[in-house]
């Protein structure tokens, strides 16, 4: 039975994808540079800060891309932003049978906004942004710190990602992990368990004994 999920934001709780390209191709737009979305989206889908390092160093860009690029994301608006289906429910549900619900994410303060717009922010025991200083994932420093904080048994908790990232980052902190597998990437590790439908993690949180896929 899992007792704990730690979960990504980006691409796994909420859709944000389509907001981030939007933000990430005006500001490449403003420096005179054509991307598709096409592209843009395969190399955020790794990660924020590999896709703006890559289009920074292909085109010769200086720091205002960057800065242009987190002022796009700043200014998205919650009504764009939107929870993946059945995440909401999951969350709640979870909490209604006695499980607590955490949230490592590299994004800032707006994660917060846009859960609380939503009406999810009540469903997390604690949301860890980029504010913490902590090492970015794959590193396990916040997961350890988690683990610790509200001593949370290491085999009955559950990370849920949809990068290698977080995978990473799950197994390093010795956590089952679950890849979200919504935009059908590759990724050099396994996972413990493989979702594209978060209605299905009913079939893992409840299982005593999970193994690996």
């Not at 005006?26 to 395969?42: Q, R």
């Not at 920074?56 to 764009?80: C, H, V």
């Not at 913490?132 to 085999?155: C, H, M, Q, T, W």
Request: proline share 3%; aromatic share 12%; charged share 25%.
């Amino acid at each position: 039975m899992i007792k704990d999920i730690i979960w990504d934001f980006d691409g796994t709780l909420f859709d944000t994808y389509p907001g981030t390209v939007n933000a990430l191709i005006k500001a490449l737009e403003d420096s005179g540079i054509n991307e598709t979305n096409e592209n843009v989206l395969n190399y955020l889908k790794v990660s924020d800060s590999f896709a703006t390092t890559h289009f920074k160093q292909l085109y010769g860009l200086d720091n205002t891309f960057l800065d242009r690029y987190a002022a796009n994301k700043k200014d998205m608006r919650p009504e764009i932003i939107k929870p993946f289906p059945f995440a909401e429910e999951a969350c709640r549900q979870f909490v209604a049978l006695g499980g607590r619900n955490y949230i490592i994410t590299h994004r800032g303060e707006s994660t917060t906004k846009f859960l609380e717009y939503y009406g999810m922010k009540c469903y997390f025991t604690e949301i860890i942004t980029k504010q913490y200083g902590f090492k970015r994932k794959p590193d396990p420093e916040a997961f350890v710190y988690l683990i610790e904080k509200y001593e949370i048994n290491k085999s009955t908790a559950l990370v849920i990602g949809d990068r290698e990232c977080e995978i990473l980052g799950g197994k390093a902190a010795g956590i089952k992990t679950c890849l979200y597998n919504i935009n059908n990437i590759s990724i050099s590790i396994k996972s413990d368990f493989y979702i594209d439908s978060l209605k299905d993690l009913v079939n893992i949180v409840g299982q005593a004994d999970t193994q690996s896929c």
